[in-house]
């Protein structure tokens, strides 16, 4: 049970910091025992890199339902095919979205899963 910083994001995920301690049942010097404790928790006001991936890809559909508007508003003849890329985008994107959040979902769930057992 060594000692880490912990960072915490935002969006309320963490990852492992720096080593700060060794704990009493490591004797080795340079050598750790494998389990980690927080030393201590430190506030970051950015958030998560999967948190900002789903960020820009929200980002990405939004632009594309926009841009499918304005095409179906001027000439959806026109840009027919234009929007049906469009939809197809949105389409892709959410789906990604889905699954990067159930990724996410999953590691909160495995953490809470470890700390019970």
């Not at 789903?54 to 179906?72: F, L, M, N, P, S």
Request: with cysteine; aromatic share 12%.
């Amino acid at each position: 049970m060594c000692y880490y910083d912990n960072y915490k994001f935002a969006c309320n995920d963490w990852k492992w910091g720096n080593f700060r301690q060794h704990c009493q049942q490591e004797y080795r010097t340079g050598e750790t025992c494998g389990m980690k404790m927080v030393y201590q928790t430190l506030p970051l006001a950015d958030k998560c890199t999967m948190c900002e991936k789903i960020e820009r890809k929200k980002r990405r559909v939004e632009k594309h339902k926009t841009d499918y508007q304005r095409w179906a508003a001027a000439d959806p003849q026109k840009y027919r095919f234009s929007m049906e890329k469009a939809l197809e985008e949105m389409k892709a994107l959410g789906q990604e979205i889905q699954q990067l959040v159930a990724d996410k979902d999953a590691r909160f769930r495995q953490i809470g899963n470890t700390r019970r057992g």
